[in-house]
């Protein structure tokens, strides 16, 4: 059936919706028909968020109609919008760990025995549901197990699953892939297909522009709370799609800052690593890094990335080999130790590790600077308010005002705050793990082109990051890591294939890790 000849299962029709008598949606117009996945794109504050959290009852219809089947509904609760037909999946998986498979698709529905004294539940029929259930979007697990020991990727298909379960008509979901690697992206989208093909109306919400053409049909584009436009996938490309979610031409020509200059060998290192490890971690990684140099980190999730860069920041201790920082061996055996050392960090979990959510934005950028300066040394308040406003204003954080709770920002936002409360101590190593994850277009080109601006004032910088084209962009030079073993050093300038034809080699033929 034609995209055009499918019948609009939800719409949304003039939706206006303020906080604090700013708006954050603007009159925006909205359809999902049936049997399609739509994307809904926009940068971070666009009011992709807002929309869903209206049409989920999470927030109150304001302004405007939401149309179900023809009917107009005003969801009271996420519940009211389950029970009217719309279902959603959120990138943090919001299900118990410690509860089966089985039981978080049923939680709050267990098939209950009729004849058993306080109608006990039907395990039976509990386990056989939940593997119907499943085989649906192919998955085949044992749903007996916890969900906890599952990856996150099949955490997702989970919630998926009692998704659809609840109900069949509109399923949203927000930043699915987010923590997905590629293989895992293929069964979601695998999933998703079937669901679309049984009628299901999908709307998906990433920043991954490739991922949008890969499964989406239509494109719903937001800007500053507005509606721009809906566009068939097939008719707008890359560079139309982002001109439309930013207003402006956004221009891909990246040069890497002082390459030829940091790659000098000549060049004092700020970092040198030597056979660092640590049981359950990462085998012996060997590295340098010089000033005026962007180290970028290249494999795919559970690779050791992350692991590396806890080391080298004081997360987690290694059980052999040592680290020296400007030739002096250092024991950097928690944060405060690489703080006072000057380097700093950026968790890759920007809500769970990085931003205190209750406190201002001004506080969560002056954090690091005081656990420097101790308990008794306090930040005067002209001091933190100098601080913070040149950060703030270095990296175009955009708020009403800096004393306004930082969870309140959207997730581009949060992150700039987060990269000014690295740069707050002056650090001679920065280490950023994903620092453009979930962030749209472009505000990763406003953190890609701060990180050349950093390495060109001659900062040292890690940059890891999921997306291989992102470092191919910026970095002097690129750790290749696999299965917690750094499996080579490339330069930069190197192709996306030698990236991925070192991610993919067999073991043997890997070449091992080297430091240039």
Known sequence: MATGDRRPVL????????????????????????????ALMGQNG???????????????LQTGSIILDGAAIRPASTLDAQQSGISTVYQEVNLCPNLSVAENIFAGRQPRKPWARGGGIDWKQLNARALELLARLDVDIDVRRELGGYSVALQQMVAIARAIDISAKVLI???PTSSLDSGEVAQLFQALRKLRDRGTAILF??????QVYEICERITVLRNGKLVGEYPASELDHAALVSAMVGRAVSNDFTPAARVAAESSQTPAVLSARGVQRQGGVSRVNLEIRPGEILGFAGLLGSGRTEVARLLCGLDSPDDGEIRLKGVAVTMHEPAAAIAQGVSFCPEERKTEGIVDQLSIRDNIVLSLQARLGLWRKLSPQ???EITDRLAKQLDVRAASLDMPIGELSGGNQQKCLIARALAIEPCLVVLDEPTRGIDVAGKQEIMSLLIKLAAEGM?????????????????????MRDREQVGELPGGCSEDQVYALIAAPAASAPAGNAA
């Open 11 to 38: 719409e949304a029709r003039g939706i206006v919706h303020a906080y604090s008598g700013k708006p954050a949606l603007d009159g925006v117009d909205f359809c999902l028909r049936a049997g399609e996945v739509h």
């Open 460 to 480: 040292a910088v890690v940059f890891i990051s999921a997306e291989v084209e992102e470092l191919l962009r910026v970095s002097s030079r690129i750790v290749v």
């Open 173 to 175: 979901l927000d930043e």
């Open 46 to 60: 666009a009011g992709k968020s807002t929309l869903i959290k209206v049409l989920t009852g999470v927030e109150p």
């Open 205 to 210: 919400v990433t920043h991954f522009l490739d």
């Open 383 to 385: 001091h933190r308010r």
